[in-house]
């Protein structure tokens, strides 16, 4: 009985109590039942109540993954660098003007 669970409350039939006294059943003996109103039957299997045992732990472990999103807001500037670059190119004129000079020979005379 050292096994035995105190608590009967899962299996209330394995109490002593719902045990039916009529039968007069020996419970130590396995599949020979004695019954001294029917006499010794020895190739007869009777069904007894089950016994409670004191129940067995087992630690189960489980590991439960969780995906957490995390939003990070990225944001995007650009800048726009506009560079100049003065460059100087020589722009030719030309011009051009005529002189005129007029000469006279002398005269003859007339």
């Known amino acids: 009985m050292k096994n035995r669970c105190p608590d009967t409350s899962v299996f209330p039939e394995a109490t002593d109590v719902n045990v039916s006294m009529d039968m007069n059943m020996n419970m130590g003996m396995g599949a ?13 299997t009777m069904m007894c109540p089950p016994i409670m045992e004191c129940p067995q732990v087992r630690c189960c472990h489980r590991v439960i993954n969780y995906e957490v999103p995390h939003i990070i807001p990225c944001h995007t500037k650009t800048i ?6 003065h460059t100087y190119q020589p722009c030719f004129s030309y011009s051009e003007e005529d002189e005129s000079s ?6 003859c005379c007339r």
């Open 32 to 44: 020979e039942c004695c019954m001294p109103q029917m006499g010794c039957c020895p190739s007869q």
């Open 80 to 85: 726009n660098h506009h560079v100049y670059r």
């Open 102 to 107: 007029e000469i006279y020979e002398p005269k």
